[in-house]
C-alpha cells in the first residue's frame, strides 16, 4: 500500500494571499490526483499531476488558481492562489495502486 | 454520467449493535468499489475494495457486498463500537484507466455509536 503525508497538517491564511501544500508518496506512481473537500461535502477532484506533462483540470477549476508541479514520480505540490473565504477546505492528496485508491491526511485551509 | 449516493445520510446507534451501510450507483458498468472511513477533519483511509467480478470482501468486523447489477452495496459493521464513529464514504471507479475523473464519491454517511 502506499504511504502518503503532505505539508502543512493545516494553514490559516489571510485573503489575497497563496499556499503551497506538498505531497510526498513513498512509492513511484504513475499520477497523483488533487481533491478538494468543502465542510459538509464530499471530495471532488481538482486535477490529475501526471509527471513531466500539465495538469489536467477538472470542469470548474483553471490553472491560474490552482497550479500544480509534478517534479518527479514521488512528489507534487498544489499552489491555491489569490485565496478568498470560499477556498477553507480539506486539500487531499491521492494516488492509486493495485487498482486501489490512497489518500493523504490532508491539509486543512482556513482562509480569515 | 455516474451519480453515486448513500443512505442514510447519518446514523446513531448504541455501542454493540450490527448495523448496515448502503451505496447506489447508477451506472454499473463498473471497474471496482471502495469504502472509505475519514475522521472528522481528517483523510481518508481505505477500509475495503471490491472488484466487479467480486461479491463481497472481509476485513475484521467489516462486510462489504457488492451487487453491480443493481447499482448497490452495502457495508456491514459487527458489533459498533465508539471508535467506529466516523463518516464513511463509498466510491466507484468507472473505468480501468488511471485518469482521475472516473473515480465518483458518495456523499458519505456520518456514523455515531454511542457508548
Known amino acids: 500500500s502506499a504511504v502518503i503525508s503532505q505539508k502543512p497538517s493545516r494553514d490559516i491564511c489571510q485573503r489575497g494571499t497563496s499556499l503551497t501544500i506538498q505531497c510526498q508518496v513513498d512509492?513511484?506512481?504513475?499520477?497523483m490526483f488533487w481533491y478538494r473537500q468543502q465542510p459538509g461535502q464530499s471530495l471532488t477532484l481538482i486535477a490529475t499531476?501526471?509527471?513531466?506533462?500539465?495538469?489536467?483540470?477538472e470542469s470548474g477549476f483553471v490553472i491560474d488558481k490552482f497550479p500544480i508541479s509534478r517534479p518527479n514520480l514521488t512528489f507534487s505540490t498544489l499552489t491555491v492562489s489569490n485565496m478568498s473565504p470560499e477556498d477553507s477546505s480539506i486539500y487531499l492528496c491521492?494516488?492509486?495502486?493495485?487498482?486501489?485508491?490512497?489518500f493523504g491526511p490532508g491539509t486543512r485551509l482556513t482562509v480569515t | 454520467k455516474q451519480e453515486v449516493t448513500q443512505i442514510p445520510a447519518a446514523l446513531s446507534v448504541p455501542e454493540g449493535e450490527n448495523l448496515v451501510l448502503n451505496c447506489s450507483f447508477t451506472?454499473?458498468?463498473?471497474?471496482?468499489l471502495q469504502w472509505f472511513r475519514q475522521d472528522p477533519g481528517k483523510g481518508l483511509t481505505s477500509l475495503l475494495l471490491?472488484?466487479?467480478?467480486?461479491r463481497e470482501q472481509t476485513s475484521g468486523r467489516l462486510n462489504a457486498s457488492l451487487d453491480k447489477s443493481s447499482g448497490r452495496s452495502t457495508l456491514y459493521i459487527a458489533a459498533s463500537q465508539p471508535g467506529d464513529s466516523a463518516t464513511y464514504l463509498c466510491?466507484?471507479?468507472?473505468?480501468?484507466?488511471?485518469?482521475?475523473?472516473?473515480?465518483?464519491f458518495g456523499p458519505g454517511t456520518r456514523l455515531s455509536v454511542l457508548p
Open positions: 491521492s494516488v492509486r495502486q493495485g487498482g486501489e485508491q490512497y
Open positions: 471490491i472488484q466487479s467480478s467480486q
Open positions: 499531476a501526471n509527471q513531466g506533462s500539465e495538469a489536467t483540470y
Open positions: 466510491a466507484v471507479r468507472h473505468y480501468r484507466d488511471n485518469y482521475g475523473q472516473n473515480f465518483v
Open positions: 451506472d454499473s458498468a463498473i471497474y471496482n
Open positions: 512509492s513511484q506512481v504513475t499520477m
